[in-house]
């Protein structure tokens, strides 16, 4: 319960201190947080080491 799976493609070139993840909020056509949605520091990004940004082949990084 610490990962978040997302798009490498979006943490490329990132480090973890740049990213905060988003927890609760399932509504993003709403404008603003859902009662209950938080923000949490990244503490490492896990790219996938086959990730091909030409291609997006294996474009997932999981975050902690």
Same mark, same amino acid.
Request: glycine share 6%; proline share 0%.
């Given at each position: 319960? @610490?990962?978040?799976?997302?798009?490498? %493609?979006?943490?490329?070139?990132?480090s973890a201190s @740049? #990213?905060?993840?988003?927890? /609760?909020? %399932?509504?993003? $056509? #709403? /404008? $603003?947080?859902? !009662?209950?949605?938080?923000?949490?520091?990244?503490?490492?990004? #896990?790219? !996938? $080491?086959?990730? =091909?940004?030409?291609?997006? =082949?294996? !474009?997932? $990084? #999981?975050?902690?």
């Open positions: 319960n @610490q990962y978040v799976m997302t798009a490498a %493609h979006c943490t490329a070139g990132s @740049q #990213i905060k993840v988003l927890l /609760g909020e %399932h509504s993003l $056509s #709403i /404008g $603003s947080a859902v !009662d209950g949605a938080y923000k949490v520091s990244v503490a490492q990004i #896990i790219q !996938d $080491s086959a990730y =091909n940004a030409n291609t997006l =082949n294996r !474009d997932f $990084s #999981i975050l902690k």
